[in-house]
Every structure is written in C-alpha cells, then in structure tokens.
C-alpha cells in the first residue's frame, strides 16, 4: 500500500492506444495510484473503453492473463455485465511490454466499458437486493471456472494484507517504531485485533460453499445501475478468498446509515435468491467486517501521516472497539 502515483510516457500510452486499436479520441485519467494508471477513452461516437497500464514485473502478465481470463468467463459463460477485455493486436488479450527510453516498462489491456451509473444517496433496498443477486451469480462462476485462474491470484487474507500494508504487518508484531505517532491505546488494540481476527478466521469453516474467487471491492461505487439490471467493474484486485467478504464490502460503506440493516436484510434475500446461504454464513460475514475494518486500518497506516485525511485518527482509534463488536456479535 502506497501512494505512488506513475506518470505514462507519452509514447507508451500511444503505443497501448494503437496496440488495442483505440484510434482518435479523448483520453481522460480515472485514476493513478498504487503502481496503476487507469484510463478513459472516448471514440467521436462515443464508445467508451478503460484502458489500464502496470508496471511489467516478472508476473504481471500472468496475472493479467488470469483477470481476462475470469472477464471473459463471467461475460460468456455466466452473462454477468463486466469488463469485456479488447485484443492486443487481434491476439493476445495482454500486451506485450511496452518500452521506450524512459525506465522500465509496462503492461497494458483494455476493456468495454460497462454502462449504468453508481448510486449513493440514491440507494434503495431494491437496489441493494439487486447487488445481492449480482454477487451470488459472481460467486457461483467459481463452479466451472477455467483452471489456473485462481492459482493465479493471490488469497486475500491477513497475510496478503501484510505484505501490502507494512506498517500494520509491523505494529501488529510489536515493532516500536511502527507505533511512532500513534497512542499506546491505538497500537495495542490494533495488535489485539490483528490476533483476534486471525483466531476467528481459522475457526471458520471451508470449501466451495463459502470461499472461491471473489471480487474483494465489490462496494457501491463500482456496481453501475441500470433499469434494466446492475454490473461490477473494477477487477485488478480479485482474489481466492471468502464470500461474505464481498457482501461485507458491500454493507461496510453504508452501514452507519439509517436503515442500513434493513439494506442487509435485501443484499442477503437477494444472494439467496440465486445461490443458497451457507451455515453459518452470519458469523462468517461478521468476521468479514472486521477484516475489512482492519484493511481500512492497513491504508490509514500507508499515508504520511494518519491524518493525511480528516477521517484517518478516528478510524485507527474506533477500528479495535469495532472488530471487537463484530467477533462477540
């Protein structure tokens, strides 16, 4: 976890536009964090196509090809409204790696752009029952995925989260100068958390009824709202992982709303609409929020400085108390 931001040659960019066949047209930024610099291109028609370049490291391309790879199977084997990768050249879904006399080099791929519009205050329970369903049939895209795929992609769990959000992996095993700006109170319930919630995940129970692969991020703002149904974008971060963690992600954002329990209740009607809830999956779903908390708690350690953003210093000191309350539910 970082707040790099890369800047793209200007050559490199061309090169990715030509690449996947992304002719005239105006370019927009989306976003240019972590490493990752996501694009917007609009044709004079006005179709709409995300362009993403990485850094090429040694498995960029692998993992590239394993998120395609999943795309292409939501979009046509499940009808699930996501990203539809464009070809590199007419071949490969990845680009090769593109270089020029700047340092290093880049990954690029393309994808469709999914129409519809993310809601906030606008959100409905009928909304959130809609998001329900569209997380189960995500889910149950597990049952026939192509292989490799998720030897592919890392297991989003404490572990995972550690190796990106250093400064937690460090406060969390005691080291005094990870604690450096934060009270005594912040850093011991951040470790007491870190344990605790390793301790509740280990007593959960396994196997295809409760964990694949999963999106991760799968909160309001990237589903898109339509009449006529609901898509998910935002995939360069799906992982092997439990399946209430989507669901956690996608309560976790409105939770201290008004009505937001009722808003469970129809993302929970809405899943078991389309694939049965598992045993347990309540218990499940709590230490999934406590994870998410706890992630949160990850990023806010990343900045600077923790109060980078008004709501940082809070965050760290309620985060104990809150994954507490979520694993004695």
């Given at each position: 976890m970082?707040?790099?931001?890369?800047?793209?040659?200007?050559?490199?960019?061309?090169?990715?536009?030509?690449?996947?066949?992304?002719?005239?047209g105006r370019v927009r930024m989306l976003s240019r964090r972590f490493g990752k610099v996501c694009l917007a291109h609009t044709r004079p028609d006005g179709t709409r196509t995300q362009l993403r370049l990485v850094r090429a490291l040694p498995d960029s391309a692998f993992r590239l090809t394993a998120?395609?790879?999943w795309l292409m199977h939501l979009a046509h084997a499940h009808h699930l409204d996501?990203?539809?990768?464009h070809a590199w050249r007419g071949a490969s879904l990845v680009s090769h790696e593109l270089t020029d006399e700047s340092p290093g080099a880049w990954r690029a791929i393309a994808c469709s752009w999914v129409a519809g519009r993310h809601l906030n205050h606008g959100l409905r329970r009928a909304d959130f029952r809609r998001?329900?369903?569209?997380?189960?049939?995500?889910?149950?895209a597990n049952a026939n995925a192509p292989t490799g795929i998720a030897a592919a992609r890392h297991t989003w769990w404490i572990p995972r989260l550690f190796?990106?959000?250093?400064?937690?992996?460090?406060?969390?095993?005691?080291?005094?100068?990870?604690?450096?700006?934060?009270?005594?109170?912040?850093v011991l319930g951040l470790r007491q958390s870190c344990v605790a919630l390793a301790d509740a995940q280990a007593a959960l129970p396994r196997g295809a009824a409760h964990e694949g692969l999963i999106h991760t991020d799968a909160h309001w703002q990237n589903l898109r709202f339509r009449r006529d149904g609901v898509g998910i974008v935002?995939?360069?971060?799906?992982?092997?992982?439990?399946?209430?963690?989507?669901?956690?992600c996608l309560w976790s954002k409105v939770e201290r709303r008004r009505g937001s329990e009722a808003m469970?209740?129809?993302?929970?009607?809405?899943?078991?609409?389309?694939?049965?809830?598992?045993?347990?999956?309540?218990?499940?779903?709590r230490v999934m929020l406590a994870f998410r908390r706890v992630d949160y708690a990850g990023w806010v350690l990343s900045w600077s400085r923790p109060?980078?953003?008004?709501?940082?210093?809070?965050?760290?000191?309620e985060a104990p108390a809150y994954v507490e309350r979520q694993l004695t539910w």
């Open positions: 970082c707040h790099a931001r890369p800047m793209i040659p200007t050559r490199i960019l061309r090169r990715a536009l030509e690449g996947f066949g992304l002719g005239r998120e395609t790879r996501v990203p539809i990768p998001a329900g369903a569209l997380l189960a049939r995500l889910h149950l190796e990106l959000a250093t400064r937690l992996r460090d406060v969390a095993a005691g080291e005094p100068a990870a604690g450096a700006g934060l009270s005594p109170g912040v935002d995939f360069e971060d799906f992982a092997n992982g439990r399946f209430m963690l989507d669901v956690a469970l209740d129809a993302v929970l009607a809405g899943y078991h609409d389309v694939r049965s809830l598992p045993t347990g999956f309540m218990r499940d779903l109060d980078l953003l008004p709501w940082g210093p809070a965050l760290l000191a």
